[in-house]
């Protein structure tokens, strides 16, 4: 199994990172402007990249804000089941550590998935920080 891993420091508060990873209109500021979600346990994330080309779906499974938000992917979109949020306060803010866990073997569908969330994560860290992100359709077509 291959685990994706990225740690990043943000510069907001952890309710502030936690709203913008856990609600869709905080979404659509950083990863897909396509983006719904039921944000609460149980609840189901439905988003779209490229005319929809893509479109993962993803379930909570765990949520303790602002500290750690666990979805469940529910759907072919990625052979990697779990992504998981875990957030830690920070004298110049937040520290994120984030794992897109369970891919199958480190392989094209791993390496892409790898290089779209640290792009992702600095748009999150962009949007928290300046007011910016870089949502699809507005990314890099990576």
């Known amino acids: 199994m291959a685990d994706i891993l990225h740690r990043l420091r943000i510069q907001a508060p952890s309710e502030l990172v936690f709203a913008a990873i856990s609600t869709a209109e905080g979404i659509r500021q950083w990863w897909t402007r396509d983006a719904e979600m039921d944000g609460r346990i149980g609840g189901v994330g439905a988003f779209g990249f490229y005319n929809r080309r893509l ?3 993803v379930r909570i499974t765990a949520m303790t804000p602002p500290a750690r938000l666990e979805w469940e992917v529910v759907n072919g979109a990625w052979p990697g089941k779990t992504v998981v949020f875990d957030l830690k306060p ?3 803010g937040t520290i994120l550590f984030f794992a897109h866990r ?4 480190a392989d094209g569908a791993y ?3 790898n290089t779209r969330w640290g792009f ?3 748009s999150l860290k962009n949007y928290l920080e300046t007011g910016k992100g870089a ?8």
Request: no cysteine; charged share 25%.
């Open 111 to 113: 390496a892409s998935a």
């Open 102 to 105: 369970d891919f199958p073997e």
């Open 120 to 122: 992702y994560l600095v």
């Open 90 to 92: 920070d004298a110049a």
């Open 55 to 57: 479109q993962p779906k």
């Open 135 to 142: 949502p699809n359709p507005d990314d890099l077509n990576l």
